[in-house]
């Protein structure tokens, strides 16, 4: 019984009642306790001797620990359940401890085994002296945990006086590393946060998709226009056709921040439902039957009634950002006018303009070269007294917008209605301007050199085949093309580029 080793889990359990020790040497000592103890065992595993007293060592420990915290705090059964089987181990390595050292005194001294109040005055004897052993070992290793505390106080003392400049130096590198920690994480966070504005206002639908989308919607108001156009030959008969129309056309931008924030991801065929819904509320055609009775009289004086009839022909159209109100959710309209405040975060991905800031260019010793085609003087002197305009207002307001839009092809279809052509008239680049001109034959690719003053230019800025921007030409010189256009960075400006720059799509020829 004496050789048997009682093996017990290294790691310290926690103190009943999750109470600290009054003694404020308590935890230094513990701390130095564990630092010895784990030096021990660091070299058990090449020593079986030393393990062996290094264990009866802690079971004595753990036993003087035990009795210590029974006789202060108390033991609660009820409360101590997870510790009841550990408690128990620690009693019987106490005990065996004991027994070992009684059974090794009688045996030392056989003539106590004679006297059975001598064996018990013993047995005692040697519990006293081992619990003052181990009581003497705790001190003396917080005493020694506490001088070796002290000594190393004093040396650090002593290297900082030997060397206060590189204390200094010390502290100010840790300061530094600890600013430029913070620093870089605050940078971080910043990074990160404008990351997620930017992502949190922009379209989530692909580019080809949203021009896709607008084109589809484009189409149908197309469809509407030639529905109009062709009502006196579908409505024959009457007599006097009256019109009251509305606008047609529409905000890329409203149309695409209310898909994104109704349908947030969407193609041409998702969108495609919330397309006719939206068309058939935003654009209400009435045709209205009217007859008057009307008298002639003929040759003779005869008077004679006879029936006028009219066809009212009504056009409204409501805006997208009104129907938007009334078609979203609070949420969902929130996030639509932050979309449309931003433009999500693509303002040219419509044709909405050019991004140049630089400022108009001055014509002052330019020489056009006539081509055979001709051009309209007028038109172009009128444009070039638009030059400083920003914003875009009245070009915008004329076409029918309530609100600033990207205003380049407005500013363009503005100029012709004012030289007296009802047509081409276009708010997009690539849907209505550039398909105008080339159905009716009407188109000249870049390179084209028979432009001539009033001819429309089209740019495709990342040259991906869709046109982003429109002017009109000025002229030409020997290597350049001059124009005036709208919403150049915002503004109306004087431009010039050369013939074979790689962003002209080509040029909306005009018939004069």
Request: charged letters at 20%; aromatic letters at 10%; hydrophobic letters at 35%.
């Amino acid at each position: 019984k004496a050789k048997t080793r009682l093996r017990f889990e290294e790691q310290e359990k926690p103190i009943p009642g999750g109470k600290a020790h009054s003694n404020p040497l308590s935890h230094p000592a513990q701390e130095a306790g564990i630092f010895v103890h784990n030096k021990i065992h660091s070299v058990e595993k090449d020593n079986s001797g030393v393990e062996g007293a290094h264990k009866s060592e802690e079971l004595a420990e753990r036993g003087a620990r035990y009795g210590t915290r029974k006789l202060k705090q108390g033991y609660r059964s009820h409360k101590l359940k997870p510790y009841r089987e550990a408690a128990k181990a620690e009693q019987a390595a106490f005990k065996a401890n004991v027994n070992f050292q009684y059974h090794k005194a009688l045996q030392e001294n056989p003539r106590l085994t004679s006297n059975p109040f001598s064996r018990f005055m013993q047995k005692q004897k040697i519990k006293r002296q081992y619990a003052k052993t181990v009581k003497k070992s705790g001190a003396a290793t917080a005493k020694a945990a506490a001088g070796a505390s002290q000594t190393a106080a004093k040396k650090a003392a002593a290297f900082a006086g030997r060397h206060p400049a590189g204390v200094i130096i010390a502290i100010a590198a840790l300061l530094l590393f600890i600013m430029v920690s913070v620093g870089l994480s605050s940078c971080g966070a910043m990074f990160s946060g404008s990351m997620n504005s930017v992502l949190g206002t922009s379209y989530t639908s692909e580019d080809s998709d949203l021009v896709a989308t607008e084109q589809s919607y484009a189409a149908m108001e197309n469809e509407l226009q030639q529905e109009i156009d062709n009502i006196e030959s579908t409505h024959s008969g009457y007599d006097e056709y009256r019109y009251d129309l509305d606008t047609i056309g529409h905000n890329p931008h409203e149309l695409a921040s209310y898909l994104t924030a109704l349908l947030q991801s969407y193609t041409p065929q998702s969108a495609q439902a919330e397309l006719k819904r939206l068309f058939g509320l935003q654009y209400t055609l009435t045709l209205t039957e009217e007859i008057e009775i009307r008298t002639t009289t003929d040759e003779e004086g005869n008077e004679e009634e006879y029936e006028y009839r009219i066809l009212n022909v009504k056009l409204t159209n409501k805006p997208i950002a009104s129907l938007a109100e009334e078609l979203l959710n609070p949420q969902q309209f929130e996030m639509f006018k932050v979309y449309l405040q931003t433009q999500g975060n693509k303002p040219l991905i419509f044709g909405g303009g050019s991004p140049d800031g630089s400022p108009s260019e001055d014509l002052s010793g330019v020489e056009f070269v006539n081509g055979t085609r001709p051009g309209n003087p007028e038109l172009m002197e009128l444009a070039k007294q638009q030059v400083g305009n920003v914003g875009g207002y009245p070009y915008w307001s004329w076409y029918g917008f309530n609100s600033r839009v990207e205003w380049c092809a407005c500013f363009v279809s503005w100029c012709y209605n004012q030289a007296g052509k009802s047509e081409p008239r276009f708010a997009g680049c690539e849907w209505q301007g550039v398909p105008w001109f080339q159905s009716r034959g009407q188109w000249g690719a870049r390179g084209y050199e028979n432009i001539a003053p009033g001819d429309a230019i089209f740019f495709d800025w990342d040259l991906d085949g869709v046109a982003d921007h429109v002017g009109l030409v000025l002229g030409r010189d020997g290597s350049r093309v001059y124009t005036v256009e709208g919403n150049s960075g915002d503004a109306c400006k004087i431009k010039s580029y050369d013939l074979n720059y790689q962003c002209i799509k080509g040029y909306g020829l005009m018939n004069w």
